[in-house]
T-cell receptor
Framework: EADIYQTPRYLVIGTGKKITLECSQTMGHDKMYWYQQDPGMELHLIHYSYGVNSTEKGDLSSESTVSRIRTEHFPLTLESARPSHTSQYLC?????????????FGSGTRLTVV | GEDVEQSLFLSVREGDSSVINCTYTDSSSTYLYWYKQEPGAGLQLLTYIFSNMDMKQDQRLTVLLNKKDKHLSLRIADTQTGDSAIYFCAERAAGNKLTFGGGTRVLVKP
């Protein structure tokens, strides 16, 4: 079944560790996105990609980096995690414009940095 | 720039209708969306409306769009406890990026 997967669902790590949050989709979507979600609900776009080897920073400045080597895979990396990185991270993908389909979201990764 | 606003919270009794409101600023919006987020989960697309429509009904959900006032609403008929969640409206304007509102937390009381 076509879907979008995020791993891990939950992660608790110590300050200074390097981590990679995984996001994969099986729908063949060119466009993928990473959002950081506050405890207060608001979504902040931190990275997006419109295709292989294309990545852009989003509206919210983030110390994380992303890569897009394969269409289906859009990992997010924090080189040195800090408590301020504690948040929910949501990955999404979308088809081309011109259709009614919006974004398809993964289930999210809840990151806690201690 | 694009801006999407929603009220923060809505409380409703089980069986009543819920109405969640949203305003947006970009007049070039092509599609507008409603997403639902349950605790600990990602966002799930509920419904969407094309900008040349003013109403769309899908089972218990009714979307109303007032393009002149840039106002979007989602009505949930016969609200159930399973409808308790956070609801996000979003607009798609130029390009493919969606702009999301801040979310409305809906609490359904038995």
């Amino acid at each position: 079944e076509a879907d979008i997967y995020q791993t891990p669902r939950y992660l608790v790590i110590g300050t200074g560790k390097k981590i990679t949050l995984e996001c994969s989709q099986t729908m063949g979507h060119d466009k993928m996105y990473w959002y950081q979600q506050d405890p207060g609900m608001e979504l902040h776009l931190i990275h997006y990609s419109y295709g292989v080897n294309s990545t852009e920073k989003g509206d919210l400045s983030s110390e994380s980096t992303v890569s897009r080597i394969r269409t289906e895979h859009f990992p997010l990396t924090l080189e040195s995690a800090r408590p301020s990185h504690t948040s929910q991270y949501l990955c999404a993908s979308s088809q081309d414009p011109g259709t009614g389909h919006g974004y398809t979201f993964g289930s999210g990764t809840r990151l806690t940095v201690v | 720039g694009e801006d999407v606003e929603q009220s923060l919270f809505l409380s409703v009794r089980e069986g009543d209708s819920s109405v969640i409101n949203c305003t947006y600023t970009d007049s070039s919006s092509t599609y507008l969306y409603w997403y639902k987020q349950e605790p600990g989960a990602g966002l799930q697309l509920l419904t969407y409306i094309f900008s040349n429509m003013d109403m769309k009904q899908d089972q218990r959900l009714t979307v109303l769009l007032n393009k002149k006032d840039k106002h979007l609403s989602l009505r949930i008929a016969d609200t159930q406890t399973g409808d308790s969640a956070i609801y996000f409206c979003a607009e798609r304007a130029a390009g493919n990026k969606l702009t999301f509102g801040g979310g409305t937390r809906v609490l359904v009381k038995p």
